[in-house]
C-alpha cells in the first residue's frame, strides 16, 4: 500500500478532481429525475404553473363544495379558501384568469337570472389590469363574446383560448378510444 502512496504521491490533485467530479456526477444523475418531472409537469403540462388550486372562490361555489364534504373537513376546507364577490380582488395579482360560458340555458328565465347575477363579473380587460402583466386567459368555449368575456380580451388572448379547446378535443378523443376498448 506504501508502494502505491508513493506513486500516486504526483497525482494527489488529479485523484481528488476525479473523485470530486464522479460525486457531482452522482449528484446529478440522482437530482436529474425530479428535474425532468417538473419540466414536464409544472413547465409543459401546467403551462409554468406550479399550482392551479384557486385561493379565491365565491360563496355561492363553496357551498356547493361543502354539501359533499364531512363536518370534521369542512374547516379544513373553509381555511384554504378566501371568499370574495368582488371580481377586482378575486384576480388580483392572477397567473390565470379563467372564464366560461354564463348563458347555456334553454330556459329564458334562467338565461336572463344568469345575466343579472354575473353582471359585474365580465371579463375586460380593466378586470384583467389587476392580475398580473401577461396573465394566461382560458375560456372553455363557446364564448359569447359582450356576456363572459369581451371582444378585446378575447382576441388579445385567443391563442391560449384555443389551445385549451384542443387540448380539450385531445382528452375527449382519449376518453372515447378508453370507452371504445
Same mark, same amino acid.
Given at each position: 500500500?506504501?508502494?502505491?502512496?508513493?506513486?500516486?504521491?504526483?497525482?494527489?490533485?488529479?485523484?481528488?478532481?476525479?473523485?470530486?467530479?464522479?460525486?457531482?456526477?452522482?449528484?446529478?444523475?440522482?437530482?436529474?429525475?425530479?428535474?425532468?418531472?417538473?419540466?414536464?409537469?409544472?413547465?409543459?403540462?401546467?403551462?409554468?404553473?406550479?399550482?392551479?388550486?384557486?385561493?379565491?372562490?365565491?360563496?355561492?361555489?363553496?357551498?356547493?363544495?361543502?354539501?359533499?364534504?364531512?363536518?370534521?373537513?369542512?374547516?379544513?376546507?373553509?381555511?384554504?379558501?378566501?371568499?370574495?364577490?368582488?371580481?377586482?380582488? *378575486?384576480?388580483?395579482?392572477? =397567473?390565470? +384568469?379563467?372564464? #366560461?360560458?354564463?348563458?347555456?340555458?334553454?330556459? !329564458? @328565465? $334562467?338565461?336572463?337570472?344568469?345575466?343579472?347575477?354575473?353582471?359585474?363579473?365580465?371579463?375586460?380587460?380593466?378586470?384583467?389590469?389587476?392580475?398580473?402583466?401577461?396573465?394566461?386567459?382560458?375560456?372553455?368555449?363557446?364564448?359569447?363574446? *359582450?356576456?363572459?368575456?369581451? =371582444?378585446? +380580451?378575447?382576441? #388579445?388572448?385567443?391563442?391560449?383560448?384555443?389551445? !385549451? @379547446? $384542443?387540448?380539450?378535443?385531445?382528452?375527449?378523443?382519449?376518453?372515447?378510444?378508453?370507452?371504445?376498448?
Amino acid at each position: 500500500m506504501l508502494k502505491l502512496m508513493k506513486y500516486l504521491k504526483g497525482s494527489v490533485k488529479s485523484i481528488f478532481l476525479i473523485i470530486l467530479l464522479l460525486v457531482l456526477q452522482a449528484f446529478c444523475d440522482l437530482s436529474l429525475p425530479s428535474y425532468t418531472s417538473n419540466i414536464v409537469n409544472i413547465g409543459i403540462q401546467q403551462g409554468g404553473v406550479d399550482s392551479h388550486v384557486p385561493e379565491v372562490i365565491r360563496e355561492e361555489q363553496m357551498e356547493k363544495i361543502t354539501i359533499f364534504i364531512e363536518e370534521k373537513e369542512q374547516k379544513l376546507v373553509e381555511d384554504s379558501f378566501e371568499l370574495l364577490e368582488d371580481p377586482a380582488a *378575486g384576480v388580483k395579482d392572477a =397567473d390565470v +384568469v379563467v372564464t #366560461a360560458v354564463w348563458n347555456n340555458a334553454a330556459n !329564458e @328565465a $334562467e338565461a336572463e337570472r344568469r345575466m343579472r347575477e354575473f353582471l359585474g363579473y365580465q371579463l375586460t380587460g380593466s378586470l384583467l389590469e389587476n392580475a398580473k402583466p401577461g396573465c394566461m386567459v382560458l375560456h372553455c368555449l363557446p364564448a359569447h363574446r *359582450g356576456e363572459e368575456i369581451t =371582444d378585446g +380580451v378575447f382576441e #388579445a388572448h385567443a391563442k391560449e383560448i384555443f389551445d !385549451e @379547446a $384542443e387540448n380539450r378535443l385531445h382528452a375527449q378523443k382519449a376518453v372515447m378510444v378508453k370507452l371504445m376498448r
